[in-house]
């Protein structure tokens, strides 16, 4: 069932989990995610990147994800990932996703609040959650490193004024994560998490680039306000393997569905894990 990011993130914060937001591609993509979710009992985001949707559509990959929110009788956010612009935020509520994310973190404070508090105006005028980000998590380069130039924590007192300024439903922090790492190397700011939770106890705490993140990190800022990860590199590396072992065993398949079973079973054990995790399993 088609749910809001409020909806899910409000109950995570309320019992201590959290929850899963994996980026699809495609159907099938689509379709593992929500398949391992529904048989763990766990409500799930299927969230869209502005790639993703270059790549596949952006109204198709939402109604693809509406599909099956409709189909399983679980919590299903349809949720936009990375919106850039007021436009960007407009075109999703359009398209029918039940949140969107403003991502302002690249710009100052004063112009990341005006366009975020006219993002939550016109979202919550159709019953669309909002998330937003402050601070910034930077980008790997290598995918192993932990440093990124663009990265900066997010500052406690900031947030909180953010907050109060523009009314969002979840908050994006920076706290150590980095996109797009494909080995788990990177440590938490376990005590920055702590404060921001503890100044913002009310509200749901969001993580970027939790593919590279330690698990046992991971575990502690699920007690301490973040209740939505968002995974996409993982999942995308995990695929990429199973399909190269695939190929490694039978070198001239050349069939769709036979490159494509090896990765959709690779995406759900993946979510399975996540979902272990998160302890969001039989939260539905």
Known sequence: MLVTLKEV????????YAVGAFNIHNLEYAKAVVESSYE?????ILQISQGSSDFAGLEELCMIARHYAAKYAIPVVVHLDHGKSFLRCIEGLRAGFSSVMFDGSSLPYAENVA????????????GVAVEAEIGKVGKSEDGASTEAEDMHYTAVDEAVRFVGDTHVDALAVSIGTVHAMAVQAAHLDIALCRKLHEAMPTVPLVMHGASGAVDEDVKQVIQLGITKINIATFLQKKAALAVKAMFEQTPDA?????????QLQAIKDGVRGKIEL?????HA
């Open 9 to 16: 993130t409000q109950d995570a914060l309320k019992n201590h």
């Open 40 to 44: 763990m009992k766990a409500p799930v």
């Open 115 to 126: 366009i975020t508090r006219q993002v939550v105006e016109a979202a919550h005028q159709v």
């Open 254 to 262: 050349i069939g769709f569905r036979d490159l494509a079973k090896p």
């Open 278 to 282: 998160f302890d969001t399993a039989n």
